[in-house]
């Protein structure tokens, strides 16, 4: 069965300091890796994915992901941290988009962003 | 184009009575999913329609049902409410089943 691990439940950090989310993942064909994020109140917003290829992927609001098969890690990284990142995050795996038998998600963690 | 549409946003019912949710999809967009999202449990999948037709279903009783209509749009229904089912209840919508999944606002269900 698949399944996502995000170790880290509560994660703080500095505003402009650097960011890295931890994401292991079991999975018994090729992964299909999202990470999103939650704002409070709110529903989940895409910030970037793995289909296949390069194994560094950037996404939106400056996030990038890097796939390492061998260690069945997809970490989220991010150089500079704002306050507005404060919110939930979400690693997720999947056979494919997620439309035809739903993706699996991590417990997710959650950041806050000291001033 | 306008994003995924859940209503209502918000709702109180009690033990024992049903609720119907309703989803709709962005334009042009097929496949629904329906996700549940508790503090204990995460986010759990619960089905997928696709051309008004479940495909996948999750690890859910059968109290949680739902349908989706010719223009896409979707709803699910539970009947027999419990205390747990008190949840945020996300739906999401892809072009096909190969596509990323775009999430709505949610519908946050209190049952008392």
């Known amino acids: 069965a698949q399944s996502v691990t995000q170790p880290d439940i509560h994660i703080t950090v500095s505003e402009g300091a650097s960011l890295e989310l931890r994401c292991n993942y079991s999975y018994g064909a090729t992964p299909y890796l999202f990470w999103y994020v939650q704002s409070p109140g709110q529903g989940l917003q895409l910030l970037l994915k793995y289909f296949s290829g390069d194994t560094l992927v950037q996404g939106i609001k400056g996030f990038e992901a890097e796939f390492k098969r061998s260690q069945s890690s997809f970490n989220l990284r991010k150089p500079s941290v704002h306050w507005s990142d404060a919110a939930e995050y979400f690693c997720a795996v999947g056979r494919s988009g997620g439309g035809a038998d739903g993706l699996t998600f991590g417990k997710g963690t959650h950041l806050i962003i000291q001033p | 184009k306008a994003g995924v549409t859940q209503t209502p946003r918000y709702l109180i019912k009690t033990r024992g009575q049903q609720v119907t949710l309703s989803c709709s999809p962005i334009?042009?967009?097929?496949?629904v999913s329906w996700y549940q999202q508790t503090p204990g449990q995460g986010l759990q999948f619960l089905f997928e329609?696709?051309?008004?037709?479940?495909?996948n279903k999750g690890n859910f009783p059968g109290r949680f049902s739902g349908r989706q209509f010719s223009n896409s749009r979707s709803e699910m229904n539970v009947s027999t409410l419990e205390l747990g089912d008190s949840a945020l209840y996300l739906c999401?919508?892809?072009?096909?089943?190969?596509?990323?999944?775009?999430f709505g606002p949610g519908t946050r269900l209190t049952v008392l």
């Open positions: 334009s042009g967009h097929r496949s």
């Open positions: 329609y696709f051309s008004e037709t479940q495909r």
């Open positions: 999401a919508s892809t072009p096909t089943d190969t596509d990323t999944q775009y």
